[in-house]
């Protein structure tokens, strides 16, 4: 598979255009969202992780929205046991609608179908968790030849130029693979595929090397890379060959150290603010920066949000019992 695409150093980006059907734009993506959610137990024992709202909206139509905003025309997502309210979402809803309908609340009538006729999407089950690299694996057979793109649905970035289309536009200039990346915290370098990349501008790297889940003081920088990839189709089988890693699972990082050994890959410091909601921290703000920025709810939270702060002013004694 992907013979024709690179796997030297140079190449002819001109000729690389008009073979057969291959094409620098990418129109696929896929959003794995098959993860046991274990942070946010005891609620996601019913209640897919990705399905958390963020006061009205869950994780996932955000990832979603992006894609689409991204030029993606097909979705696919990797769902798992206990994943069947995120296909119930954005299916149809007849009995909603009708009820909405004789209601005559048309704005939320309106709200429900759109979020049906968002895009295509497709689901893939992936049997039981094994790592985020077996589950991109699930998706080999609808992807085929072409290039894709990879969105974590628990990962929201807010931008106007989206992460994703950032990432679409390096690969269309380049012919390339590429991550996105960002700084992390000393104390966050073991949660992360962390790498070790030649700067070429302020916001672009040469992947020299990249290593999932560092301890902090074996990590090769503080640069850790995110929910948002771009691959050519190569880093199926650079994930088979890879095998299984930390944790005894297949990894998507090692996939990629692999591939990096063929073929050049970018990581790309993206612009835009990310939400990191599979962590209860990340959930939370998100939560906060969204109601600020929500016109019905701003003012009522600034006022809130005052209150509090003005407590804790008047009562240093909450500050020693958290002590």
Known sequence: MGEKYFNSEEYNLTEFLFIGELTLTIKKALIPAAGLGTRFLPATKSMPKEMLPIIDTPVIQYVVEEAIASGIEDIIIITGRGKRAIEDYFDDSPELEMHLAKKHQTDMLKLVRDISSLVDIHYIRQKEPNGLGDAVLRAENHIGDEPFAVLLGDDII??????????IENFEKYGRSTIAVEEVPYEKLSSYGIIKG??????????????????????PSNIGAIG??????????CIKHAGTGVGSEIQL???????????????????????????????????????????????????????????NKISPEIDKLKQ
């Open 228 to 237: 948002r990839y771009v691959f050519t189709p190569e880093i199926f089988d």
């Open 158 to 167: 807010v931008n106007d130029k989206p992460c994703t289309a950032q990432l």
């Open 253 to 311: 990082t090692d996939g990629i150290r692999l591939l990096n050994k063929s073929q050049m890959i970018y990581a790309c410091r993206f612009k835009g603010k990310r939400f990191d909601t599979g962590d209860r921290l990340g959930y939370v703000k998100s939560i906060v920066d969204f109601a600020l920025q929500n016109e019905n709810l701003r003012d009522d939270v600034l006022e809130y949000l005052r209150e509090i702060l003005a407590v």
């Open 198 to 219: 030649k700067p070429l501008d302020d916001s672009l790297y040469v992947l020299e090397d990249i290593v999932e889940k560092p301890a902090p003081e074996d990590a």
